[in-house]
């Protein structure tokens, strides 16, 4: 009975230390108000690479940048494409000692087409692994087994993207929240959601109430505000449109949202810091009392 009671209790103590080290969390010292917000490198992708788009969000006040595939890498005026096909050890490493310098913290690379092929999956977590992320964002949603397995085996999140539904392809689905709760509900923990909120305001969803869809289940968040619902689409700074952001961050912080918020600001091309630079602003100001 001894020998029992010592087994269990030293079960429950691995288990507890499993539970705890799942998928390290982004640290309070890269969180503003709270939040991990940040930029997606896309929003300076027009005029800027990679090395530019992580002074350009120091610039705005993240504190975490998103990487997506294929900008280019900008160190030295090198314009090759960045991404878990190309970087090289060296490379990583001076992007790294890049980010320190300026004090934000990569935390995600997408949205990226995971294959089924587990060894060229493979390749896009040992690049995430390689700087550190917190999560990958996809839509691949034919590859979930892979995507399962290695997100356990490289302990790193993987989060679904939405973007806007395709009248022209049926097959295309994670437009629907109650679709990625489908995915992701009987998966690994680790596997999720990437909410896009600009993207569902696109389709006519309030953002709240396909947050409360996913419950439990949110990696990350694409932050967009619009000016209107549907189309055409029209961007304003966060806090700033129809969206409404403040009930988003109350809803995010009632569910103990743990992860990185990436503003996408998808117009201004050329001069944007200053857009995010006011989204970053409302979310350092936004307080529950006033959502």
Known sequence: MRFSK????????????????????????????GFAIGVQ???????YS?????????????????????????????????????????????LKAH??????????YGVVDIPKKEKMARKIFEFAKALDL?????ESTESIDVVEKLAKEYDIRVGYHNHPRRRQAPNYKVWDA????????????????????????TDNFKAVENLRILKGRLVSVH???????????????LGQGVIGVGA??????????????????????????GKVKEGIRFVKDWNAESK
Request: glycine share 6%; aromatic share 10%; proline share 4%.
């Open 6 to 33: 010592t087994f269990s209790l030293v079960a429950a103590l691995a288990l507890s230390a499993f539970t705890t080290a799942l998928a390290a969390p982004i640290p309070d010292s890269a969180k503003t108000n």
């Open 41 to 47: 490198a896309y929003t300076f992708h027009r005029k």
């Open 50 to 94: 990679v090395w530019d788009s992580v002074e350009k969000a120091a610039e705005a006040g993240a504190k975490v940048i998103e990487f997506y595939p294929g900008q280019s890498y900008g160190r030295d005026g090198d314009r090759s494409a960045f991404d878990h096909n190309s970087a090289t050890p060296e490379k990583i490493e001076a």
């Open 99 to 108: 980010l320190l310098k300026n004090g934000v913290r990569a935390v995600n």
């Open 134 to 138: 917190y999560a990958i964002t996809t």
């Open 178 to 201: 109650n679709y990625i709760l489908a995915l992701v509900k009987d998966r690994d923990p680790r596997i999720g959601a990437a909410a896009d909120i600009g993207h569902w305001t």
């Open 223 to 237: 932050a967009k505000d619009r000016k209107n619902f549907g189309n055409p689409v029209h961007n304003v700074p």
């Open 248 to 273: 988003v961050l109350a809803e995010l912080r009632e569910q103990n949202f743990q992860g990185n918020i990436s503003i996408e600001h998808e117009a201004d091309w050329h001069d944007n810091v």
